[in-house]
């Protein structure tokens, strides 16, 4: 079994990567095991974010490491909660303070488009010069009130189309291959024999 560190404490972000990982012969990690601090997320980007995680990770682990940075867009709101979806509602992160707050913003709008980003970056190394990075995206809409038991964060307002479902009704199974995490994970399973 390889060991990979995951630059992150969510549990169930963690379930869903180590779902997805431990048929490939990772073990995954979570940072907070080793007694890694979260690392800051100062950038405006996902995919800064991700990486700055993983070279923290790497560095205080010696070992390759994963980070995931994701969150949901909002056409309406230009984008937001974007980078900052965990905390929308400000500290501590409240899931369900988040989508109170979403569900305030978009009291009126006809839009309710937004997909789901999440950027995968693996690091072998803290100075990896080379890292990995796989992008995906999941586009749904915003319903006007939380349907479903699953999953965590905005899915139980995320309408999936295709489906007819939303996010916190899919199967795990299913949101794990279809997802915005899924989707980058995919790609990033692509690249992993250059590991």
Not at 6 to 35: D, H, T
Not at 59 to 77: E, F, I, K, N
Not at 82 to 108: F, I, M, Q, T, W
Not at 124 to 138: K, L, N, T, V, Y
Request: proline content about 7%.
């Amino acid at each position: 079994m390889k060991k990979l560190v995951l630059a992150s404490n969510n549990a169930k972000k963690m379930k869903e990567l180590n779902a997805l990982l431990a048929p490939l012969g990772f073990e995954v990690i979570p940072q907070g095991e080793l007694g890694i601090p979260e690392a800051e997320e100062p950038h405006c980007t996902f995919v800064e974010n991700a990486l700055a995680k993983a070279r923290h990770a790497a560095q205080h682990s010696g070992l390759p490491a994963l980070a995931d940075d994701s969150g949901l867009c909002v056409s309406a709101l230009h984008g937001a909660p974007g980078v900052l979806s965990a905390r929308y509602a400000g500290e501590p992160k409240s899931d369900a303070r988040n989508n109170e707050k979403l569900l305030g913003h978009l009291v009126g709008q006809a839009d309710r488009r937004a997909h789901f980003v999440s950027v995968l970056v693996l690091v072998r190394s803290a100075d990896d010069p080379q890292p990995i990075i796989a992008e995906g995206e999941w586009h749904g809409e915003i319903l006007p009130a939380q349907k479903g038991e699953g999953g965590f964060g905005y899915d139980p307002l995320f309408f999936v189309p295709e489906f007819g479902l939303t996010a916190a009704e899919l199967p795990a199974e299913t949101k794990n291959q279809v997802s915005h995490r899924g989707r980058a994970m995919q790609k990033l399973i692509e690249r992993l024999p250059t590991l």
